[in-house]
């Protein structure tokens, strides 16, 4: 499955947003390292280590194509999601590249080499009296605390989850016949077009294929 998919902590509703080429498998990998304590992104790591598993939701927000993976994840990311350490789809990706490979490598040629007191001597003498400019330390600020979002931002993807992943039904507007699906991905799977759910759901079109379209949680009628 090809899309964006969110990781929630239900506890204080702060989450991460990524993508994949294969969403399922990315949920096994995420897991996986955050259960072995061995996570690259330490915010997300270290929330889980505070809340536990049993407080994180894994879900897919939407499906997309791969040519607009990339643009559709940088929408999200640009509200600043709370466990998102860096800013950009590239940065991210990078990073993730760089620890899983180089770093392995780097670790690896390292082990069993000491530092020689030349050297140790070379790097004290580096860092004695270093003074940090603003922007460093600005930027050294946000890096180990995570990036904050404002109220309106947090709310735009507390409302993109609520649309994408939660359950949703529709009534037909002669025969009131009612068709319930678990999210918007399942009723595009089934043969209806995700965008004109969604603007049913925002309320900017009346109906779709003769139905009328409704979050199960919020009776929100696009009539």
Known sequence: MIGIYTIINTRNNKCYIGSSKNIESR????????????????????????????????????????????????????????????????????????????KQKISEKKKGIPLSNETKLRISRSLKGRKRSSIHQENLTKALTGLKRSKDKADKIRLAHQIYAKPIFAIHLSSLERLEFASVNEAAQQGYDQSSILKCLKGQRRSHKGFSWHRSDSYSSCI
């Open 27 to 102: 949920f096994k990998a995420h897991k996986s390292r955050l259960r072995n304590n061995k996570h690259i992104n330490y915010h997300l790591q270290n929330a889980w280590n505070k809340y536990g598993e049993d407080s994180f939701e894994f879900n897919v927000l939407y499906i997309t194509s791969i040519e607009d993976l990339i643009k559709e994840e940088q929408k999200l990311l640009d509200l600043k999601p709370e466990y998102n350490i860096l800013p950009t789809v590239e940065l991210n990706r990078q990073l993730v590249h760089h620890s899983d490979k180089t």
